[in-house]
């Protein structure tokens, strides 16, 4: 069900930014590269992140999801008012699985048909899943066409409002990583037997974290590049061994690993995409930037401008 939600998560990514570049002359290049993808690598994605869901354990799922939200506040409140960073939709693809089966392990815990419960999750998110697939090729092969002719009900309506793909994503995501946070709480204090125990846990975490998460969005701000998204991974992952490793069990430590190499295919397979929102951001940023010294410009000019008044 987590790599569902990653599947669909990419698709709805895929279909925004095929729209936003096709409606730009200046980025057909980058039309052309989205629409080259192969179809069948959704397919291996979706295999291939099922596959380390079921075997990631719930202690580092819960830090991964913890530790995206801490990035991700850390994020949003460096940003200016009015821009948005698109990179965290596909930034947190890893984290939106791990937050997915953090919630669900602990929602159905002790539930009396939960078995029959995971079946119908797991059906729905399939058709969800499947119907993104087909939304996507359909739209990759045939909007061009159809946004002209207006004869395709799905390609109107996404001509109309393909614009709120972000809203609709900004919105399920805040309400996955509510989820999450609670559920991933929960599942790593019921391993503690004292209170001291906890301490002894999140202390460290805690501090060694958000000092890690500041650096690194300091970096980032700095030389916002594609090697710099794969540093920050590795960082991560490696300030997350080092306090597992003093704090946690042997099996975390090979979860450790599992996720790094969970996290660095999630890029790799969006990294298209990820320079599509890089180049989005930093024009988004430049823009603000420039209107901003415009606006103040005027003012300053009025200021020198304005006679002195006579004594």
Known sequence: IGACAVSVLCSLMKIYLYVKCLNDPDRQTEKEAIRCQWSLMDQVHLFL???????????????????????????????????????????????????ISCSLSYLLEGAPHRTWNLLLSVGLA??????????????????????????????IFLLTSWHGIPVLLCNALKVTFVIADLAAVALINR??????????????????????????QEEQRQNPSEQMIYQTVFVRMGGLLILLMTVGRWMDIVNIFISLVGEIWCLVRAGIMLDICREQDFSQRFSETS?????????????????????
């Open 191 to 216: 391993d503690f037997l004292t209170t001291t125990d906890a301490v002894r846990f999140w202390t460290p975490l805690t501090i060694c974290y958000t000092l890690l998460v500041i650096y690194m």
């Open 291 to 311: 209107s901003r010294q415009l606006q103040t410009r005027p003012e300053a000019c009025r200021t020198r401008s304005r006679p002195t008044p006579l004594s």
């Open 126 to 155: 399939g058709l969800i899943t499947c119907y993104t697939w087909r939304l996507t090729r359909h739209v990759c092969t045939m909007y061009e066409l159809h946004s002209k002719e207006r004869y395709c009900g799905t390609c």
């Open 49 to 99: 992140l099922t596959g380390i869901f079921m075997v990631v354990g719930y202690r580092v799922a819960a830090l991964v999801v913890l530790e995206f939200s801490l990035r991700a506040l850390s994020m949003l409140l460096s940003l200016t008012k009015g821009v948005r960073s698109s990179q965290l939709y596909l930034l947190c693809q890893y984290s939106v699985g791990c937050g």
